[in-house]
Nanobody, 121 residues
Framework: QVQLVESGGGLVQAGGSLRLSCAASGSFYSINAMGWYRQAPGKQHELVAT???????NYADSVKGRFTISRDNAKNTVYLQMSSLKPEDTDTYYCYADIVPRFAWVHRDYWGKGTLVTVSS
């Protein structure tokens, strides 16, 4: 009943910018934290950025100063603005959301299918 759909991935040259979006849809009471993970073959998954419902953010050291996470609560959407992209940023990016489903008494993380970001040299 709850679905997260990412968009905005693609190919970009090093130094360029890209904005990822992830929209939550379905039946739920509220969304708490939202964020982004990334993973590429041969690499460990990495928590890129998170944002709480109140707007508090956290970033991985590898992206601080280059990436900005934001959210539009009215649209149930989280964004990741990526600037000064590097080849090592090449990954599949997965959004997640900590959601309280409708008629539920507990919250859980939901995950999108991922969107591929490729940064060329």
């Amino acid at each position: 009943q709850v679905q997260l759909v990412e968009s905005g991935g693609g190919l970009v040259q090093a130094g360029g910018s890209l904005r990822l979006s992830c929209a939550a849809s379905g039946s739920f009471y509220s969304i708490n934290a939202m964020g982004w993970y990334r993973q590429a073959p041969g690499k460990q998954h990495e928590l890129v950025a998170t944002i709480t419902s109140g707007g508090s953010t956290n970033y991985a050291d590898s992206v601080k100063g280059r990436f900005t996470i934001s959210r539009d609560n009215a649209k149930n959407t989280v964004y990741l603005q990526m600037s000064s992209l590097k080849p090592e940023d090449t990954d599949t990016y997965y959004c997640y959301a900590d959601i309280v489903p409708r008629f539920a008494w507990v919250h859980r993380d939901y995950w999108g299918k991922g969107t591929l970001v490729t940064v060329s040299s």
